[in-house]
């Protein structure tokens, strides 16, 4: 008993000291606000993505596009909910009557981030770089326009010509960046136009400026001071940071340090914006989720089956799922597509409709076992395969739930022996031009991740090419109208729901403003200021 | 002993070729298209063609292993498809904050658990050593991911002692590089504040890191320890007056260390490849980390280059432990 004192009046004392740390501690903690650099005030924004590179030519997708359109000016800009896009740095521009030839005529006084005027040269060169390296957003024009048919005719002006008229073309120009040919050009290594250098560094005179890369886990942007549009409120720049876990974003947000999170779980989401000083945003997007049905592989081959299972479905987890954060798609197109209509006939759960049209099919009994795949680690996903499981039951079909990486999912999908019966898919269009959602019935689209449903039908891929080259929206308004009706008829899936984007941030944070256009984790900074 | 160093050095070549050609078959054979993922999700086939054919992912897979081994032989570690940027300057980038990561956990792990192990043994069935078992068997138990996240918590945001993750502060520049090690780096540019910063940062992950190592530690270091104060020759030497101490440390402890030993590379090694999830909660821009997400990304030149420095690293370490063996040790050399 002697021998136990001094250990026990040690642990007393570790224990008091322990107690008297953490209440000083605590109470020492600086106030949680935002991070500064001088005097100029540096928003965090946190996201899961990591950015593989910069170049505009070269690539895209959330966390690229969010810091290039922070870098960049297109000729145009994605604004609002609903999208339209804006005028950027072409003011203004003019058709030709036969709907070819598009003049953009750019702003006055535009510089780079170097000080070089963005010039109608710097357009054209930008341009034709991106057609001719032939990656990131080549597809959204190479077909139509060629190099050598854009033209500067003058400091500020631009002359495109298509090969022929294509409704769409607008619609992609603000994912076209201009860049400065002469500090790319500089910088070219072995004849590959600057790629090796943009990778890391821009040439830009976007909104911010690039001051500081440590690829995967953080870039900082200062605001570039010669912007010729000015900016709304005062930000001395953006810290572009990567954290992975969802939980190490809350726990940022929490402790001050990150100001806006863009890819909390839906389960972190609710702890956040029950907390004093959060703002949340829950909007409906672009995007949309489904399950694509392989059309050419056993039995969803066959339509009664495809309706059988989708109406088996039930769409309320959907919406479960995300805590409520999801609306249920009523087309195949998404809310904010121009010219989308509701459809009358969309599936809903009823069992006896599914039993119906399984009863017409070959297997009336079920009987067979259908694949699902979806992204590994992926919960949501996983849960919508355990509601399948449940809601095939009645009918006698058994699923096989498979999980694979993304890349074997797009290996997978790439040809019509491979791809799965059951494929669940997020798919954001480009554009808000219909032409966007519709072309991913194409068969044009089969073999891309989107394309993995191989659905084939003659009539529809004529009303699609039939659409996309019409100038008129009055022409073109009734034949996507007519477009969505078959696709429902037809189920070349199970259309699901459009997921709310969910972004959280602080409330010194102003100027957020959503656009349904942007992917899941995009941020456009520019009209961003801290209060 | 030069033979011994020459066979062991000679088998790590043989075995490092067969790492690479097993990683390379895996990571090939493996279902994902990286060009159609690389090309982006809107590409056409023509695009995706493109890409193929730049990277020579058309070209047969032995050929594809052959054009790689020469590229590496000639320095060339290749490029990602992903994000373009050439393999060995992740490498030089990622590995670095990994190596820091991983050297300071088992220094810890070490420190901590070597005097553990001993102390449980020479107090052996005391509150204290029970005590220390039970800690070392939660060490093996609690999920490395798990334990992170709750320091992450109480200690980053909870308490606001340690920061919640990164190797040093955001608004930080790390110093020009000399070795890339951020620390070592730190201290040769005369940055002290950017050292106390990135000290601040190493702890809560290398302490995650070093949890299930201490733990194995302490535990093999008890056991052997318990072992070896049964000997004789330790009973001889109580008995001829020399200090209780004096034969722990000098005697017991010199030949409990060698299992330990093994113990410490095997474990070194293990952390290296290991080190991925505690990269993942405390946002470390380790190698771990790099080589998941090269692998998610079907990324071949990425993950074979990521797999040859792990690989070698952990084969080097284990060289120097053997060598370390033989040299405590006479027997394992004169075995050899």
């Known amino acids: ?531 | 002993m030069l033979y011994f160093t020459l066979r062991r050095g000679l088998l790590m070549v043989l075995m490092l070729i067969g790492l690479l050609a097993i990683t390379f078959s895996i990571s090939h054979i493996a279902p994902g298209d990286p060009a159609a993922l690389a090309a982006g999700p809107d590409a056409t086939l023509e695009m995706i063609e493109r890409i193929r054919t730049e990277y020579g992912l058309d070209k047969p897979l032995p050929v594809q292993f052959l054009i790689y081994l020469k590229g590496i032989l000639a320095g060339d570690w290749g490029k990602s498809i992903h994000t373009t940027r050439l393999v060995w300057d992740d490498l030089v980038t990622y590995f670095p904050a990994t190596f820091e990561l991983v050297v300071f956990s088992i220094l810890f792990s070490v420190a901590l658990g070597v005097p553990l192990g001993v102390i449980a043994a020479v107090k052996q069935n005391s509150m204290l050593d029970h005590a220390i078992r039970t800690v070392t068997v939660a060490g093996v138990a609690i999920p490395m991911f798990w334990l992170g996240l709750m320091l992450q918590l109480f200690f980053g945001l909870q308490l606001a002692w340690f920061p919640l993750g990164g190797q040093i502060e955001m608004m930080t520049e790390r110093p020009e590089p000399i070795t890339h090690l951020l620390l070592l780096d730190s201290l040769l540019r005369g940055e002290f504040s950017t050292f106390t910063e990135g000290l601040y940062h190493i702890i809560l992950p290398a302490v995650t890191l070093s949890f299930p190592a201490l733990a194995s530690i302490v535990r093999v270091n008890r056991a052997e320890m318990l072992e070896t104060l049964k000997q004789d020759y330790i009973t001889n030497a109580l008995a001829q007056g020399i200090s209780r101490l004096r034969v722990v440390a000098m005697y017991a402890l010199r030949n409990a260390m060698l299992p330990t030993l093994a113990m410490i590379g095997l474990r070194f090694g293990w952390m290296l490849g290991g080190t991925i999830l505690v990269e993942s909660v405390f946002n470390w821009p380790g190698l771990g980390l790099y080589a998941v997400e090269a692998a998610i990304d079907s990324d071949f030149e990425p993950i074979m280059g990521a797999t040859i420095v792990l690989g070698l690293f952990f084969m080097v370490t284990n060289f120097v432990i053997d060598i370390l063996y033989g040299l405590l040790d006479p027997r394992v050399r004169a075995q050899t």
């Open chain 1, 1 to 531: 008993m002697e021998r136990n004192k001094p250990m026990k009046s040690m642990i007393k004392m570790v224990l008091i000291v322990g107690a008297a740390m953490t209440v000083l501690v605590t109470l020492s903690l600086p106030a949680m606000a935002f991070e500064r650099r001088g005097n100029e005030k540096i928003l965090v924004v946190a996201s899961r993505q990591k950015v593989p590179m910069m170049d505009p030519s070269i690539k895209y997708d959330a966390s690229i596009r969010t810091l290039q359109q922070a870098m960049y000016d297109g000729l145009l800009k994605y604004v609002g909910n609903p999208p339209e896009f804006v005028p950027w740095l072409a003011e203004s521009w003019d058709v030709s009557d036969d709907k070819r030839t598009y003049t953009f005529n750019l702003v006055k006084g535009a510089k780079f981030h170097n000080g070089d005027p963005v010039t109608a040269e710097a357009v054209r060169w930008s341009y034709a770089r991106t057609l001719k390296l032939g990656k990131g957003p080549s597809w959204m024009l190479d077909a139509f326009l060629k190099a050598e048919n854009i033209k500067a005719v003058d400091e500020n002006t631009v002359v495109m010509t298509l090969d022929r008229p294509f409704a769409p073309f607008l619609s992609f120009l603000p994912w076209w960046f201009v860049m400065n040919p002469q500090q790319v050009m500089a910088n070219e290594v072995d004849g590959d136009m600057g790629q090796k250098w943009l990778i890391d560094n821009e040439a830009g005179g976007g909104p911010f400026s690039l001051r500081r890369v440590e690829p995967g886990n953080l870039y900082e942007l200062e605001r570039f001071k010669g912007y010729w549009r000015g900016f709304k409120g005062k930000l001395g720049g953006v810290i572009f940071k990567v954290i992975r876990e969802s939980s190490a974003q809350r726990a940022a947000l929490i402790k001050g340090e990150a100001d806006i999170v863009t890819s909390l779980s839906p389960d972190e989401f609710d702890i956040v914006s029950k907390l004093d000083g959060m703002i949340t945003s829950t909007e409906p997007a672009l995007t949309t989720f489904g399950l694509k049905f392989n059309t050419k592989a056993e039995y969803v081959s066959d339509l009664n089956v495809r309706k059988a299972i989708s109406y088996a479905y039930d769409y309320d987890a959907f919406i479960k799922i995300f805590n409520g954060r999801a609306k249920l798609q009523t087309s195949p197109f998404s809310d904010a597509i121009k010219g989308k209509i509701n459809i009358a006939g969309m599936p809903t759960l009823d069992l006896a409709k599914a039993k119906e049209y399984l009863a017409k099919s070959p297997w009336p009994d079920g009987g067979f076992e259908i694949e699902y795949v979806y992204v590994q680690g992926f919960d949501v996903e996983r849960q919508m395969g355990l509601v399948l499981i449940d809601a095939l039951k009645p009918l006698n079909i058994s699923v096989n739930m498979v999980p694979l990486t993304w890349s074997s999912m797009v290996g997978r999908g790439s040809t019509v022996e491979t791809s799965p019966q059951l494929m669940a898919i997020f798919a954001t269009p480009v554009s808000t031009d219909p032409d966007a959602v519709a072309i991913q019935y194409h068969p044009s689209s089969w073999g891309r991740y989107y394309g993995s449903h191989y659905y084939d039908n003659e009539e529809v891929a004529a009303l699609i090419e039939k659409a996309r080259f019409l100038s008129s929206w009055e022409e073109r308004k009734p034949i996507y109208e007519e477009i969505q009706r078959r696709l429902v008829e037809d189920q070349p899936e199970i259309f699901g729901m459009m997921r709310k984007r969910m972004i959280v941030y602080r409330d010194w944070v102003k100027g957020y403003e959503y656009s349904p256009v942007r992917m899941t984790e995009e941020v456009d900074f520019y009209p961003l200021y801290i209060e």
